[in-house]
């Protein structure tokens, strides 16, 4: 009797775990297809004047699965490094904290991004309507949900980059997935509880 035949698509961390997992019961025959010459997905990394420099935000988090985990420190072994969290964004040609830091956004941002932002959120707060955007792209429930200000200047840059798309080709659940619809007032109130009195 011949083995279920399972086809995998992609080379991310997800494919990689469903393959390893598949092929180590040696009850499947697992292929896995990549479009790329390289493994790893967005949690991968390409280099850029000379430093190495991720995709994305993808990290292993603390609180991770313990049987995921014992299998990727089986497999890695000493090579599994545990890095404090110190990232960094670039916006508008300055380099502001990851995750962000109410103190460095208020001496960090640019005037006219927080100007920006500002607007938005004010925007926001007079709107009564519910999002009309919610069946639509990527880029509507984005603007809708964290204003024009963040949107364009952080998250569309960042969309082209990870999926190699314009944000109006792009789903909205990714949208949905990343973005609560009060982000913007959140963030706001992280950086007027950072002000001096």
Known sequence: ???PHVVILGAG???LGAAYQLARRKTFQVTLLEQN???GGNAGSFELSGVRVDYGSHRLHPSCDHEILQDIRSLLGEDLLDRPRHGRIRLRDRWI???LKPLNLVTRLP???SLGVAGDMARKMARTSNNPHDNQSFAAVMEHGLGRTISRD???PYARKMWG???DELSAVQAQRRVRNNSLVKMVRKV???LPA
Do not use: I, R
Request: net charge neutral.
């Open 192 to 194: 007027l509880t950072a």
């Open 37 to 39: 010459n390289w493994v």
């Open 154 to 156: 952080f998250y569309f």
């Open 97 to 99: 904290h990851f995750p």
């Open 13 to 15: 961390p997800a494919g």
């Open 165 to 167: 798309l314009e944000p």
């Open 111 to 113: 005037v006219g991004f």
């Open 1 to 3: 009797m011949s083995k």
